[in-house]
């Protein structure tokens, strides 16, 4: 393989989380489903932020997330991803760098306003996500810029944008120039009603054009339409080199080259707040994957990015990976 | 007195915080005087953000955060101050309004964005305050709606608003509107180096005009022009009615009409971030203070605050107050 400028180019919806604490009720008022994503338009979004209490608000984007880690972890990372030009826009893209990620889409200048995730915790520590897109609806094949796709080792994916014709497209390009370029190319279910709506498409393009698939338990379920974790490993087996298949507490499977590594997860005194965990595991994952390390290690940096997002709110890490993986005798 | 809407109006400058961990290279690096706060213009605004981490952005401002402490505990509250209609401002207005806080200060339609303020926690959990005023700017004698004024028991202003002569004579009318009612009137005297700046002005004003006044150890000092605690507060005692002066973990002391009533800091299990310590102290103190508890009573639950407030990242309780004295029968 030709020198890569970059280990992971990640492309996702750019989104600024907005975090507040709610109780039960306020997902049973709403009809909310715990634990998913929902996709809102600028109506529901206005009356979800007026019913919710004082929040935070951090940058976030489950793909931004993922190169927020890898950067972390002192990887090399790059980021496309459409904000406007508002004041959301330019924190999420200071976040970006500041953490050293590489992020030069250009920003939308009119059309709707930088996308924002209510994110909604509740008191046993889930989360359950109202998207309202904005500017992410403008994000297309022109911002995919192939230098950095051709120059990274793995192009990852968030399965979100499958939700726009527009940027499934972008995605679908970057895959094939990924291809073509002899690099690597990976995606993630994102969640499990977002494999409801494209199980047919999402399976397509496992089997031709993916090469790592980072799913959790109810994703991959919901792929394979079965309840039976060991059948969904199997069936993903034969449709992809490499899963990575996240179990929450039970830890994480991954399936090399029809190879079975379980790695546990590691240990945290108490979750704060799940949002970014399987983020954050595909970070690890694929810091080390692109570092040399074995997948049994990778998983390891997984495990442990994941630990270490839901002790706190947000979804990126708060503390310097590379330290403390080192600190811990993992790097 | 007749009876009244709120116990509490709070005017302040209406501040975003931008927060994030640096080492203290970073303070040095930049020359910042730790546990101080910074007035900055926008230049420097932009150079220390695009030196700064990844931050998380949530609603402040002295006062503000006074306000919602207010409001959390039960209490009636409401706020002046000025945010531009953009993005941030928003923020900053929903974030009152969802904590309760009645605020109706027209948003600035032109002129700077939202005011700003980088709060860089060192790992000591000392903070560094960097504030962009903004569209504080425009926060005049034509906010300080007289009505609210003259209903409320309390009028609270801080000391901050002395930084810019405009808002000085808006403070000056609120507390000349609140006199003429028959209503308190209060300040905080912010930072030692607002002292610094004012020392002469703030005597005139705390002899003439002021009931209750609210200053840490460092501010009450200044203010005397002495390194002696006990005569500072035989001096504040002479000046003003009330005085409520913290001393961080050595607790509080307030003197009441020459009777001194001392209270101890409520214990912390891990000091995360100390912003907001004393605008919270002042919420509880408030709250009980025109709600019918003693003195030592309102210190409490001013300890109380403090506490919850500096036990995590952020100015403004993350808990409900009220719920949280009660349960420790302090309610």
């Not at 974790?229 to 449709?239: L, T």
């Not at 945290?268 to 692109?290: E, I, P, R, W």
């Not at 630990?307 to 790097?331: D, F, M, T, Y």
Request: glycine share 8%.
């Amino acid at each position: 393989m030709t020198p890569s400028d970059f280990d992971v180019v990640c492309l996702g919806n750019a989104i600024v989380d907005v975090i507040a604490r709610v109780d039960e009720s306020f997902v049973a008022r709403h009809g909310l489903v715990k634990g998913s994503m929902n996709l809102i338009d600028e109506e529901r979004a206005e009356l979800l932020y007026s019913d919710m209490g004082q929040a935070i608000e951090v940058s976030g984007g489950s793909a931004g997330n993922t190169a927020a880690g890898i950067s972390s972890y002192g990887g090399r990372a790059a980021y496309f991803g459409k904000v406007k030009a508002d004041q959301l826009g330019a924190i999420f893209r200071h976040d970006m760098r500041a953490q050293g990620v590489s992020f030069e889409t250009a920003a939308a200048t009119d059309g709707p306003a930088t996308a924002r995730s209510f994110i909604l915790v509740t008191p046993d520590g889930e989360r359950t996500m109202n998207t309202y897109l904005g500017a992410c609806v403008n994000f297309t094949t022109a911002d995919v810029d192939a230098k950095v796709i051709e120059a990274a080792q793995v192009t990852y994916m968030e399965g979100y944008l499958w939700d726009r014709p527009e940027a499934k497209e972008a995605f679908k390009l970057a895959a094939k120039i990924a291809r073509a370029a002899g690099r690597k190319t990976s995606i993630t279910l994102s969640d499990s009603f977002c494999v409801e709506r494209h199980r047919e498409s999402f399976l397509d393009l496992i089997r031709n054009d993916i090469d790592i698939v980072f799913a959790n338990e109810s994703e991959i379920k919901s792929l394979y339409l079965t309840q039976n974790f060991d059948g969904a490993m199997q069936a993903i087996a034969k449709d992809c080199p490499v899963a990575v298949l996240t179990r929450s507490a039970a830890g994480c499977v991954v399936v090399d080259n029809h190879k079975i590594h379980a790695t546990p997860a590691y240990p945290v005194n108490k979750v704060v707040d799940v949002t970014g965990a399987g983020d954050l595991f595909a970070a690890g994952f694929l810091f080390g994957y692109t570092n040399g390390k074995s997948v049994a290690q990778s998983a390891q940096l997984g495990a442990l990015a994941a630990a270490e997002v839901i002790s706190h709110v947000g979804a990126r890490p708060e503390i310097n990976l590379q330290a403390h993986s080192k600190a811990l005798g993992l790097l």
